[in-house]
DNA sequence: ATGGTCGCGCAGCGA
């Protein structure tokens, strides 16, 4: 009596996003992960399998239910939940697409927004048009979803470093894809929604990423950018306790190119 | 400026 403990809020929300370069190569590197981290969410990018395909029965048996947007060979998105899924969206509205790079669905209070942003290639090409209008469509759609839902995650590969911090050599990325003023000011137009990068709510380390080119020995350079990000809106995010970057699964052989992010909510 | 490595799928594209 009369002394304070800390409060340590019980059960906790954890929620990760991982582009996975490939879910049939990596499914037992995600199988391990989620045993070994216990998510209650997870959202996947780059599956690059067709539904059929998907491998709901051995996530099943690991605790996890699927909701999934395939594609074959290229992009596709799931989400794995420890609890059902409601709601679901594949798609962002006024933009006919057949990429699958969107899946969005509501878990409990929390609305979860998974994207895949497109790479755009290179600053003025025809895929950097598309990324930009794709980013457009997208601030539309996570404008409605925060209207809708006070406690909104936006979370994916955004393909977008948001400032200098999150590039291990920005002079050399200066104006260059996923770093041009354009894409930032397209993810400051999410932010300006009142979306926080749950990241920067904490102290973190310098130099932390979450992608390494597989070429160049990036990885053992830390040659990096963060683009894998976890956006929360103000009601969430008044709730993050902590929010990483887990390189762990970076070092495992045969690795995706990305590290996932990790973020915890208490009640 | 170029190329370096992966994944898919079997040549070359996308990242």
Redesign the pocket.
């Known amino acids: 009596m009369g002394y304070s403990v800390p409060i340590i809020p019980n059960n906790p929300m954890r929620i990760a996003s991982w582009n996975v370069?490939?879910l049939?190569?990596?499914l037992p590197q995600v199988l391990d992960w989620l045993a070994q981290n216990q998510p209650d969410l997870l959202a996947v990018q780059e599956i690059?399998?067709s539904d059929p395909e998907f491998p709901s029965a051995e996530l099943n048996a690991a605790g996890y239910q699927c909701l999934f947007s395939g594609q074959?060979?290229?992009?596709g998105v799931a989400i794995l939940a420890k609890i059902a899924g409601s709601d679901v969206v594949t798609d962002l509205p006024g933009l006919e697409d057949p990429q699958r790079r969107v899946l969005a669905a509501t878990f409990g209070e929390l609305r979860l927004v998974n994207f895949y942003v497109?790479?755009?290639?290179e600053v003025g090409s025809d895929?950097y048009a598309y990324k930009l209008d794709w980013l457009d469509k997208a601030a539309a759609f996570v404008a409605a979803e925060a209207a809708r839902y006070p406690r909104l995650a936006v979370v994916g590969d955004f393909?977008i470093a948001p400032d200098d911090r999150d590039v291990h050599d920005p002079a050399a990325w200066r104006e260059k894809i996923l770093c041009s003023t354009p894409e930032r000011q397209a993810f400051q137009r999410l932010l300006d929604i009142g979306l926080a990068d749950s990241f920067r709510l904490f102290d973190q380390e310098e130099a932390s990423f979450s992608w390494w080119?597989?070429?160049?020995a990036g990885f053992r350079r830390n040659a990096g950018l963060r683009i894998d990000l976890i956006l929360a809106s103000p009601d969430l995010a008044q709730r993050c306790i902590a929010s990483t970057i887990d390189k762990t699964p970076r070092k495992w052989e045969?690795p995706?190119d990305h590290a996932p992010a990790v973020a915890d909510f208490h009640d």
């Open positions: 370069n490939s049939r190569v990596r690059k399998l074959k060979t290229y992009n497109p790479n755009g290639s895929k393909n080119d597989y070429r160049a045969r995706s």
